[in-house]
């Protein structure tokens, strides 16, 4: 069963501009992971923000969760051509075993 | 360097041959997860297991087996694999609750 919802599905930028993805969900979480996946290979966790937190920042990624809207927003500032990627939400719920994945957003930086 | 190994990295194999998939992690982490990827659908979780010998059923177990012998290796096992699980497989791993997974570098296992 998937838990969120990536919007959009893919997005194409510029390099230097800021990529907004967004990711919606059903029921209550604990948490919220972001996930990133370069073609074919293994998922990176970025960055993971608890359901009491509005706001959080890891160097050029911010992260935002409005449980009120069960929404979060990954927000990616001055892209560069190595964001290029998906990019995954899972939310996580009283146990740590069990994370569901969204679709995920495919991000293309152009040069 | 901490990781997860996975092994093989690509796999071929006929229908009905039974084949393990191996995963190992080196950051003594207690949680473990077996996932597929396939497109259109996302990942989807397979097998988890919180601790050595307390394992359970994700969303997709059917066709799958697993163990957790030792706290390390979480080996995903295909008894009679059919066209139906050619996908991508990934195995990861957490300290446990809200921390992220890290996840190995994947297995496309092809049945034919």
């Known amino acids: 069963s998937q838990q969120g919802e990536e919007d959009p599905q893919a997005l194409s930028i510029q390099e230097g501009e800021n990529a907004t993805m967004n990711c919606s969900y059903k029921?209550?979480?604990?948490?919220l992971q972001w996930y990133r996946q370069n073609s074919g290979r293994g998922l990176v966790h970025l960055i993971l923000?608890?359901?009491?937190?509005r706001e959080k920042h890891s160097g050029r990624l911010r992260v935002t969760l409005d449980t009120s809207k069960k929404s979060s927003s990954l927000l990616i500032t001055a892209s560069r051509a190595a964001d290029t990627a998906s990019y995954f939400c899972?939310?996580?719920?009283?146990?740590?075993?069990?994370?569901?994945f969204g679709s995920g957003t495919r991000l293309s930086i152009r040069p | 360097e901490a990781q997860v190994t996975q092994n093989p990295r690509y796999l071929i194999t006929v229908t009905g041959k039974k084949l393990t998939v191996t995963c190992s992690q080196n950051m003594n982490h207690e949680y473990m997860s077996w996932y597929r990827q396939d497109p259109g659908l996302g990942l989807r979780q397979i097998y988890y297991s919180m601790n050595v010998e307390v394992t359970d059923k994700g969303d997709v177990p059917e066709g799958y087996k697993v163990s957790r012998k030792e706290k390390r290796n979480f080996p995903l096992i295909l008894e009679s694999p059919s066209p139906n699980q050619t996908s991508l497989y990934f195995c990861a791993s957490s300290p446990g609750q809200e921390r992220g997974y890290t996840f190995g570098s994947g297995t496309r296992l092809t049945v034919v």
């Open positions: 029921t209550s979480i604990n948490n």
């Open positions: 899972a939310t996580g719920g009283s146990s740590a075993s069990k994370i569901i």
């Open positions: 923000i608890r359901s009491n937190e």
